[in-house]
C-alpha cells in the first residue's frame, strides 16, 4: 500500500516563504496527479496546488503566481513552493497522491497532514 510522507510545514511571518515536500513510496505502479489541500479551522478542506504525470498545474485562484508545484528529482515526489506568504495561507496541508497499482486499481491516498501557520 502507498504511504506518503510530508514535511516543510513550520511557523513563517507573512511575506515570507516556506517549501513543503511529499514523498509516496509503495505499490503505486503510475501516479496520476500529486499536490497538495489545505484546511484551516473556518474552511471546508480546498485545493492548493495540483500536477498531473504529464506536467499540468492546476492552483487555486488563492495562491496563483505565490505557489509552485513541481516534482522533485526523486520519483515520486512533489514539491509546493510558498513564497509572499499570507495569514489566510494558515492551515494543515494535506499531500495527496492518485494513481494505479500493480492491478490496476485506482487509489487515492491522503498524507497525514502537515501545519503551516503564516503570522501577521
Known sequence: ???LVASGGGLVQAGGSL??????????VSINTMGWY????????????????GGS???????????????GN???T???QMNSLKPEDTAVYYCNV??????GRYLEVWGQGT????SS
Open 57 to 71: 498545474t492546476n492552483y487555486a485562484d488563492s495562491v496563483k503566481g505565490r505557489f509552485a508545484i513541481s516534482r
Open 115 to 118: 501545519l503551516v501557520t503564516v
Open 38 to 53: 489545505r484546511q484551516d479551522p473556518g474552511r471546508q478542506r480546498e485545493l492548493a496546488a495540483t500536477i498531473t504525470s
Open 98 to 103: 492518485d494513481g494505479w497499482d500493480y492491478v
Open 19 to 28: 517549501r513543503l515536500s511529499c514523498a509516496a513510496s509503495g505499490s503505486y
Open 1 to 3: 500500500q502507498v504511504q
Open 78 to 80: 512533489v514539491l509546493l
Open 74 to 76: 526523486a520519483k515520486n
